[in-house]
């Protein structure tokens, strides 16, 4: 919660689709939008816009689903006149293991990074580890949860920094009903630099 003006609202959607599927795998589209208001000039004062998108394709080992993974960051300022747009570029790896259990379901998720092209960002790598539970409660409720951390390697050279850290925590639970369904959950982030 802040007082600054130019932040009083956020809004995300986000949308994972799978676009095929094949006998170990599946070629997945992600794309995840975040659009930050405020009321500086107006009620509803659209100010910042952030855009997620990845491509990743998976092929079944053992217990494990190994990815390539292409991933899009780019942060908009949608309502000032700006010509830098912050953005970067990323090709690797991701390691996923599920464990499924009769009343939960846990996923484990490693993600690897080589930066491959950014403009007003000085990163050279990224890195993120995230842990998801999700437990059925109850003959429908759903309680989840879950933590991620990750870190970004930068440019030392140039501007002296160390590698950025940064990670989120979300848990809540699920209701669905006949017509409708109802998430209710809070969440922390701090977010890389």
């Known amino acids: 919660e802040t007082e600054d003006p130019r932040f009083s609202l956020v809004e995300r959607s986000r949308a994972d689709v799978d676009l095929a599927a094949y006998r170990r795998g599946r070629i997945n589209f992600f794309i995840d939008t975040e659009l930050i208001m405020g009321s500086e000039r107006r009620a509803f004062d659209l100010n910042q816009a952030n855009i997620i998108f990845e491509t990743s394709a998976s092929y079944r080992i ?6 390539g993974v292409v991933h899009h960051v780019s942060r908009h300022v949608v309502d000032r006149e700006f ?10 790896p991701r390691i996923e293991r599920t464990i499924v259990t009769p009343n939960s379901t846990i996923d484990f998720i490693a993600d690897y990074g080589c930066v491959v092209q950014h403009t007003f960002v000085d990163y050279r ?17 759903h ?5 991620r951390t990750g870190w970004v390697g ?10 950025q850290n940064g990670g989120r925590v979300e848990g809540g639970v699920h209701l669905p009903g006949q017509r409708a369904l109802f998430d209710l959950f809070a969440a922390h982030e701090r977010r890389v630099a």
């Open 125 to 141: 790598w990224t890195s993120q580890l995230t842990l998801r539970v999700d437990r059925t409660v109850g003959r429908r409720a």
């Open 62 to 67: 053992g217990l494990f689903h190994i990815a």
């Open 143 to 147: 309680l989840f949860a879950s933590g």
């Open 154 to 163: 930068v440019d030392r050279p140039v501007l002296g920094r160390t590698p």
């Open 83 to 92: 010509d830098r747009v912050p953005a970067w570029h990323t090709i690797g």
